[in-house]
Each structure stands twice: as structure tokens, then as C-alpha cells.
């Protein structure tokens, strides 16, 4: 529940116009949950000073006869049992050239933005949760509504900083933002190392929804499964998961015992464009009958699997503060992790898993010996649980609250 000091506040700021294409929608149900829980808990702290949080989806299509399907789109199922049946969403279609037309793409985001006026009065502040496009399109929409907007970066929109033209472009607009939120000290040092003022920056870190993210003792737990979630996307190094894992495998083919009573099993769940690669590389690796893939779930199953697993994987190239990692270690799952984004700072070896050196040259060696110490450890789980217990979206969203009242803002 809000405090006594934010609730003063939000007498002013009562209405937060929330952009980002990280939101589910209908034809991706899980995408950007993150944002989902973040925007349900700011939408329960401002329904105490009768105000509301209204979402703006920008939905990147190069079709036009799907434009007004989109419009017509209403939130999916994930969306309302979250917060409810009162949020506002208007999901907006947005022209997009895939690759050639990627550095112009804020201007469609402008052009789309501008049919959607009428949804946007009213706002007291934006928050704009992702660099590019959204961030430089909702900057332009504040500025047309005579408000202040906030910009929330997450990981690797970061490295649209290092991109000439794109670089540019977000450099101005995250300097004319009222500020900048991040969600680990690590993305500041980033954001700082590329030329932004500390001053503007403000560390936010993710939450987790312990409603669904928690220990079930009537879960019985098989400390053989070995579970990796998330996009199977080159960034998230899924085959460096499967490789790591083979060489587990004939470890404990060669004579090493695996703890008793396990069979060793690597779930992965999520889907991506590496989907059908990995399949065949898991053949390659003769390790097809221990591999299961099994798609994008909800997030309730990713909680089941989370609690039925032995441990969590992250195989990470590039992250800020990873979701994944904070859920698993509230449900009392040991996590082995590269060294990405503020992991170090959530991970600590022996106590709630272990940290893996990360870089281009990161050997799936390194990652199989971390996975043989973390399956012969002792883990106490309400040490693990306990480990991520500042994690917590309410008060994420309070804090945010905070920062963008008008007496921060000035």
C-alpha cells in the first residue's frame, strides 16, 4: 500500500500515460509481463487518490490492412487477471520496415501516436519504458501535452547509445527527459560510461510478484532439472545452455555421480528464432531424450517449473536486472548465471547459486563446471528466498511514484 507521503503526491499526479511495446497484447500474451506487473502495481497505489494509469501499446506492423484489427485489439486474459478490468489500453499501429527502416521508425511511432491524442489527454506525467522507438516518440507526445516524461531502460536497449545515428538521437532525448529510471546500478555505470548525467539517473530495481513467484511445499522438487527460461534469441545464448549441458552429461556418463536419486533434464522454456536451431544442435549433442522444449507458458507454470526444478540457468550475454532470475530465487531455486547486467549483485556463490565469468569468450566448460557444484551443493531454500526479499513491485512502483511528483520533478 502506498505511503502516508506518496498519497499527498499523487494528488497531483494522478494520471501516469505509461508507453511501451513491451506489454502484452493479442497476439503476444506474454510479452513485456515485467511491465505488466509494474503497471498494475502504479495503477493499485494511484486508485487510492482516485487516479489510474493508462497504457499506450505502439504495435510495430508493416501491413496496413491489419492497422485497424489492432486498433480494435483489447487486452488479453494475462492482462486483466493482473489488474483487473479497469486499465486502459490502446494499442496502436505503427508502420515499421524491417531493418532498413529501423533509424525512422520513432517517426511513424509519431505519426501513429498523433491519431491517439484524444487517449492521451489528461495525463498528469509519462513514463515511457523502453529507449527506442518508444522513449523518442513518447518524449514528443509529452512535449505536445505540456507534460514531463520519464524514460525507463532496462538492458540492452542501452545499446542504441553505441548505434551513430540512433546514438544521437537518444543522447538528446534521454538529456530533454525529466529524468531517467533504471533498474540496476549497472545500467547507470552504462548510461554514465555513454555520456549521460549521473544527476538525471535514478536506480529503480524490478520486482517480483510473490502472488505467483513463491516456495510450495507440497511441490515435490527434482533436484535433476536443470530449467532455462527465456527468449530464444542469440542475446540470451540458449545454445551456450545446451552445450553446457551435454557436457554435464558425459561427466556424469563418465563415472560421476549425479545426486541421488536424479535423473538430469534441461527444460527450456520460452520460443524465438533460434527455436528449430536448438533442436537440431540438441540431436548434435545426443541429448534430445533429456531436453524438453516447452514453448512460452504461462507465467503460472513458469512458477511450477521453477519450484520443481533443482536449479535456474541463465546463459545471458547482455542483461540489466534479469526477471527470471529474481522469480526463480523467490520460489527458493538456486541460480547458476553469467555475469551480466547487476546479476553479481543478486547472485552470491554458495548462498543462493553461482556466477559464471561472462564475455564473448565465455566457454560452456565454465558454465558445466558451475552446474556440477550448484547440483552436489546444499542449498537452504529460505536462505535462497530470502536473498531477493527487497525485490518487490509495489514498492517499485511507490518509488517511482515518488520520483515523478512534481515536487521531485523540480
Not at 494520471?15 to 511491465?35: H, I
Not at 495525463?123 to 505536445?144: N, Q
Not at 531502460?153 to 538521437?169: A, K, M, Y
Not at 542469440?234 to 552445450?243: E, G, H, V, W
Amino acid at each position: 500500500m502506498a505511503s502516508l507521503s506518496v498519497m499527498v503526491r499523487l494528488r497531483s499526479v494522478r494520471t501516469v500515460l505509461f508507453v511501451s511495446n513491451l506489454f502484452p497484447r493479442p497476439d503476444a500474451p506474454r510479452n513485456g509481463m515485467f511491465n505488466l506487473s509494474f503497471v498494475g502495481a502504479m495503477q493499485a497505489q494511484l486508485a487510492l487518490a482516485g487516479g489510474a494509469v493508462n497504457v499506450l501499446v505502439p504495435v510495430p506492423e508493416w501491413r496496413p490492412w491489419r492497422w485497424r484489427l489492432i486498433r480494435r485489439w483489447a487486452p488479453p486474459a494475462e492482462v486483466t487477471a493482473i489488474v483487473g478490468k479497469h486499465l486502459r489500453v490502446q494499442y496502436v499501429p505503427c508502420f515499421y520496415l524491417p531493418l532498413i527502416g529501423r533509424s525512422l521508425s520513432f517517426l511513424w511511432y509519431r505519426f501513429a501516436f498523433c491519431r491517439v491524442m484524444n487517449f492521451t489527454r489528461g495525463s498528469d506525467a509519462v513514463v515511457a519504458s523502453w529507449l527506442y522507438p518508444d522513449a523518442l516518440a513518447a518524449v514528443w507526445l509529452a512535449s505536445r501535452l505540456g507534460k514531463p516524461c520519464w524514460i525507463r531502460l532496462h538492458g540492452s536497449d542501452r545499446f542504441h547509445l553505441d548505434s551513430p545515428i540512433r546514438g544521437r538521437l537518444c543522447r538528446r532525448v534521454l538529456s530533454n527527459a525529466a529524468g531517467v529510471l533504471v533498474n540496476a546500478d549497472f545500467m547507470k555505470n552504462e548510461l554514465v560510461r555513454r555520456g549521460i548525467q549521473d544527476a538525471c539517473i535514478s536506480v529503480v530495481p524490478n520486482g517480483v510478484d510473490r502472488t505467483v513467484f513463491h516456495p510450495d511445499q507440497n511441490q515435490t522438487r527434482d533436484t535433476g532439472i536443470i530449467l532455462w527460461v527465456g527468449n530464444m534469441v542469440a542475446i540470451k545464448r540458449p545454445d551456450l545452455a545446451l552445450r553446457a549441458f551435454a557436457g554435464l552429461t558425459r561427466i556424469h556418463a563418465d563415472g560421476y555421480p549425479t545426486p541421488a536419486g536424479t535423473r538430469l533434464q534441461l527444460v527450456m522454456v520460452g520460443a524465438g528464432p533460434m527455436r528449430r536451431r536448438l533442436e537440431r544442435l540438441a540431436r548434435q549433442l545426443a541429448i534430445e531424450n533429456q531436453v524438453t522444449f516447452s514453448g512460452c507458458l504461462s507465467r503460472g507454470e513458469v512458477a511450477s517449473w521453477m519450484r520443481r526444478s533443482g536449479l535456474l540457468l541463465l546463459t545471458s550475454r547482455s542483461e540489466g536486472m534479469p526477471n527470471v532470475v529474481i522469480e526463480a530465487l523467490a520460489c527458493g531455486t538456486p541460480v547458476v548465471a553469467t555475469s551480466v547486467g547487476d546479476v553479481p549483485e543478486i547472485v552470491v556463490d554458495d548462498v543462493n547459486g553461482f556466477v559464471v565469468r561472462a564475455n564473448d569468450e565465455t566457454l560452456p566448460d565454465d558454465v558445466t563446471q558451475a552446474l556440477m557444484k550448484a547440483l552436489h551443493a546444499s542449498w537452504d531454500r529460505n536462505a535462497v528466498q530470502a536473498s531477493v526479499a527487497v525485490h518487490d513491485w509495489p514498492r517499485a512502483a511507490e518509488c517511482v511514484l515518488s520520483i515523478i511528483s512534481p515536487e521531485n520533478a523540480d
